[in-house]
């Protein structure tokens, strides 16, 4: 199981297909976690009525998927004083450990949100966001 180790979390992800890299921000609130993209789930027990980018797009892209902190697999607190810019910056550590310079985003959700942070604090390395709700 990759994770990343923060100074303050261990951050889950996951790794799909070959490509310019694409990095996803899935819905779920502050319980974003990479299997909200495909999973079941009670509201959807056949799984989501969507797509899932992770293997939609592995085909021509590395596509990355992350557990948001203290969501899913990832390991932090999450404390009075974090906001959007501490998300965004262990989502642009991730990229850095892969060794991704430039990226596309995607965002469901609050994911969107995500994108937003990502393109402000990054917006030399952010070359396009996909919004979806």
Partial sequence: ?????????????????????????????????????????????????????????????????MDQRNAGRSIADVEPDHGWHTFAADQLALMDHLGFRKFHVMGGCIGGSYCFEAIEQAPDRVAAAVLQN
């Fill in 1 to 65: 199981m990759p994770m990343l180790k923060r100074p303050d979390a261990d951050i889950h992800y996951e790794v799909y297909g070959s490509g310019f890299p694409v990095l996803l921000y899935a819905p779920g609130g502050l319980k974003s976690e990479a299997k909200m993209w495909g999973g079941a789930s009670p509201a959807y027990p056949n799984g989501f009525p969507w797509m899932d980018p992770r293997v939609a797009l592995a085909d021509n892209h590395t596509v990355v998927a």
